[in-house]
């Protein structure tokens, strides 16, 4: 399969399709739970103020959602974004538990309809991997035209870590032991193994940061447990 085509937005949109299924379990188990931890950190690094209009891009199943919206008043609101009818399907089944109002929008995040300077915060956790160099400036150029001035935000990824005696286990781990468990809880392998793909080709959120900085925006570099996550979070000047 051509480089490119891995990048594909129909490509992504049917990888995620036929992983909604296991995707949540796999994802817990798999990260031994650091997953649902990390999320946590990458909200907690950015202020978000109770009435914020928060855009949680490449949603998945509204994973960010559920951790934002108990910080969030009854005047906060949360747009989740993704490009999957089957995420999204199972993101909108999650809605009743949210104290805020939260809404889903299944749309590509480099082409959605959503209005300029309309959000105070936005965030994203484990959906930077599935997007080429390329798009990531324009990810970076969307979000530098979405934010509101003084808006914040704040991303995730899991990534190759720095130090050579974890990266050898870890690259095993994500090439091998999590297509298994994919199988075990009955998703197809071939799909977790893409996503190990994804990873090594993705590395860590440098070059994110790069292009957050280029598009005009105050960034700064996140790491988590040694940089098996990295993060890039910020500002968009007043
Ligand atoms: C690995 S999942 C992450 C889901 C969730 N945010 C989490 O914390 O687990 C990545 C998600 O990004 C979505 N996605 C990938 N490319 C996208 C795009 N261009 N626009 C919107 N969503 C996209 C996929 O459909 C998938 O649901």
Known sequence: MAVESIYDPTFVKNLFNEMARTYGVVNLISSFGFAALWRKQCARIITIPCDSRVLDLMTGMGELCAVLSPSLGKQGRIIGVDLSSEMCARARQQLVRHRCTVEILEADALASSLASESADVIVSSFGLKTFSPDQINRLAEEVARLLKPGGVFSFLEISVPPNRFLRWPYLN???????????????????????????????????????????????QQDSYFFGCATGVSGRKPA
């Open 173 to 219: 781990y994500i090439r091998h032991v999590i297509p298994t468990i994919g199988r075990v809880f009955l998703g197809n392998p071939e799909n977790y193994r893409m996503l190990g793909i994804y990873t090594e080709r993705f590395g860590h959120c440098g070059g994110a940061a790069r292009a957050l900085e280029q598009a005009g925006l105050h960034v």
